[in-house]
């Protein structure tokens, strides 16, 4: 049986967009059309060397001939980026996911506040064009260390919406820098900020948001990777399946999806780092002990829910919907 969910894809073109930045123009192997997307959305890449990554398309959600990604050579790369710059060449093939989306634009929205931090910039521009090619009210702010580290300059410079994006420089002059309290300014019914970036750069601005008085609601956010190290208060607990009623230990320094793997019980993963989402799974009985970057602060609260992947318990056992 064919695993639609993949795809063989093509690399037509890969382009340094700016310091220790590329892109990578995407297109099916048999020449057929694309699966449609939507703004925002990610796809999974399989990397040459078993990993796999997640990156935001960055083309226009209309175009089905090709994807775009863009990749920051990471000097913390778990290997994933150093891979993406370092072995994969124009002519090569891959196998990707189909496009999926945890970060969609709000149908809602009357306007839209977008801030991308570096690399961040990749779902946050596939938005921009969105909004303004149906008409939509936004204002971007793209937020970088410096202009030749700023990838996607020229494009944003030819697009029809370019006087709606401020550029802000780490190395630039003190008053050309993001002033997070002026650009939330006062909140509204109608207005949403979305946010990619660096987690760093996201903690900041999500944090004087919800200081600001922002409801959760209006605030959208994707984290590209999250610190996923053990902590000393991490213990061992029981992992109940409720569809057989077995009991699996989980020791203190192995996580549930390793555990869950080692008694012969397989778990989807991707990030393995609790910010795509893949693995959630459903908890029936117990306290979730919450890592993850992926869940909202209310979704994180029901605990009915959580990232295997990352995320402990709080309670002797969970029961989980496996």
């Known amino acids: 049986m064919t695993d639609t969910s993949e795809l063989s894809v093509r690399v037509a073109r890969k382009t340094a967009e700016a310091l220790d930045i590329s892109s990578y123009e995407l297109v099916r192997t048999d020449g057929g059309p694309l699966p449609a997307f939507s703004a925002g959305s990610h796809i999974d890449v399989h990397l040459p060397s078993g990993q796999t990554r997640q990156y935001s398309l960055c083309n ?32 090569d093939v891959l196998r990707i996911s189909t496009p999926k989306n945890h970060f969609e634009l709000a149908h809602e929205a009357t306007r839209s506040i977008l801030l991308a931090g570096g690399i961040g910039v990749t779902p946050i521009l596939c938005m921009a064009e969105r909004l303004a090619a149906i008409g939509n009210p936004f204002e971007m702010h793209y937020c970088t260390r410096s202009p030749e580290r700023t990838a996607f300059r020229q494009r944003i410079a030819d697009a029809a919406f370019a006087p709606q994006v401020q550029f802000h420089f780490d190395d630039g002059a003190a008053e050309q820098k993001l002033s997070i309290e002026r650009v939330l300014g006062e909140v509204r019914p109608g207005t949403h900020l979305y946010v990619c970036g660096p987690k760093g750069f ?86 979730p002990d919450h890592k993850d970057l992926y869940l909202t602060p209310e979704e994180q609260a029901a605990n009915d829910q959580f990232t295997p992947c990352c995320s402990r318990s709080r309670s002797p056992m969970l029961v989980l919907d496996l």
């Open 60 to 91: 226009d959600a209309s175009e089905s001939h090709r994807y775009l990604i863009g990749v920051l050579r990471d000097p913390a790369s778990r290997g994933g980026s150093r891979a993406m710059h370092d072995e994969v060449k124009e002519g």
């Open 202 to 287: 996201m903690d900041w601005v999500l944090g004087g948001a919800r200081a600001a008085g922002w409801p959760e609601a209006q605030l959208h956010y994707e984290f590209f990777a999250a610190d996923v190290s053990p902590s000393a208060d991490d213990s061992s607990f029981d992992v109940k399946l409720a569809s057989s009623g077995r009991v699996i230990r989980i020791p203190a320094d192995r996580t549930v999806v390793q555990a869950l793997c080692d008694a012969g019980v397989d778990v989807q993963v991707s990030c393995e780092q609790g910010v795509c989402g893949t693995c959630l799974t459903r908890v029936l009985e117990g306290e």
